[in-house]
């Protein structure tokens, strides 16, 4: 049971073998049987690592952890409706993508590997690079160019090398993929074990929901990092038999960089070539999504849906809900977006869960832009 499993071949592997991708080269997920014990959770420190049985890391010693986690689930209203949201900008590293690089990271440390290259638009390598540094594994991270100026200085400032890429995001991704040639990839969309530590999203909401399963969870997406994760655990949980249902996935994109929405909308077999534009929300605006089929799958499974969102929208939610004090980057403010024109359609009972993805901290060159400075 506890396996890889190709997506596409349905090639099977041992979890002990170093891969991030099938020998027929598509992507892999992780069959992993998530065991809850809800008495010894309960006793344990509040950190994602409290469902140390349903996280496939054989050896606690091997476990790289900032007692990330748990963040608070806090009620905000949007148009005078509540929404329950996860505030994720508060990781150590700013953003939700500690919980994937915690995971990840330890299981490289499991398999003796002291060196991975990973390519980002900024938070994901940011936290891929700090936990790197806490597990003294040295750390390649490839970024675009135009990334913005404090993420650089974060991932630099953990140690790790730095690449800066010419071109577009979908470049960094092809140059990378020639150095993971010869070193692992730590990849937050290639790599299935960052999906286990993502899925921890929705183990904490559902316990702190009184193990109780939302109705809606609206989520950004690019390269589906925390949708898919969060699928999973729910999907783990319901097959435990801890929650009833797995909830509805709305899923946002910028209009700018709309693959996903367009590939549901017209219901496509494959996702189509897009003309992306420059969008506020640098951290979804991904044209060539690698588990794009996987994730518009996966919203469809749950009887979802997506919403795309307009840049003057993204404007108008950032600083709305800055003005609430709740300080988060232009991509998470994406999600706000998605959120109040989701709102409209939904009924006064329903219970809703969303996300802060990130800090404001992290793009503070954006954001003096907004304010015309």
């Known amino acids: 049971m506890n396996q890889f499993i190709c997506t596409k071949c349905k090639a099977t592997y041992s979890l002990d073998e170093p891969r991030w991708k099938c020998d027929c080269g598509s992507t892999l997920d992780i069959e992993f049987e998530a065991v809850f014990d809800l008495v010894k959770i309960r006793q344990r420190k509040p950190t994602m690592w409290r469902y140390r049985e349903a996280i496939p890391i054989q050896n606690d010693a091997n476990i790289v952890s900032f007692a990330e986690g748990f963040t608070p689930l806090t009620e905000v209203n949007f148009d005078g409706k509540p929404v329950l949201m996860k505030q994720d900008q508060l990781f150590s590293t700013g953003s939700y993508k500690d919980r994937g690089a915690s995971v990840l990271i330890s299981k490289v440390k499991e398999l003796g590997i002291k060196e991975v290259v990973e390519d980002s638009s900024g938070n994901a390598g940011s936290a891929i690079s700090a936990y790197c540094a806490k597990a003294d594994i040295e750390c390649n991270i490839f970024v675009p160019e135009d990334t913005a100026v404090a993420k650089v200085a974060q991932i630099q400032l953990y140690g790790a090398k730095l690449n800066k890429t010419p071109g577009t995001r979908e470049d960094t991704a092809k140059a990378v993929l020639k150095v993971a040639e010869r070193v692992y990839y730590a990849s937050h969309s290639w790599n299935p074990f960052f999906f286990q530590g993502t899925k921890t999203f929705a183990f904490e909401i559902c316990e702190q929901l009184g193990w109780q399963s939302p109705d809606t969870v609206i989520l950004p997406v690019g390269n589906g990092t925390l949708l ?25 994109q910028s209009e700018n960089c709309a693959p996903l929405y367009r590939a549901f909308r017209e219901n496509l077999a494959e996702i189509p070539t897009i003309n992306k534009k420059e969008t506020l929300a640098e951290g979804i605006a991904i044209a060539e999504p690698i588990r794009g089929k996987q994730i518009v799958a996966t919203v469809k499974q749950s009887q979802g849906s997506f919403i795309a969102v307009s840049e003057p929208e993204i404007k108008e939610s950032l600083k709305e809900t800055c003005q609430k004090g709740y300080y988060i980057e232009p991509t998470a403010a994406a ?11 939904s009924n006064s009972a329903e219970v809703i869960v969303s996300v802060f993805t990130g800090h404001g901290l992290k793009t503070t060159e954006k954001m003096l832009k907004l304010l015309n400075y």
């Open 335 to 345: 999600t706000i977006a998605g959120i109040k024109k989701y709102l409209p359609q």
């Open 228 to 252: 898919l994760g969060a699928y999973i655990g729910f999907k783990e949980l319901r097959q435990a038999g801890i929650i009833a249902k797995i909830p509805k996935i709305i899923a946002v």
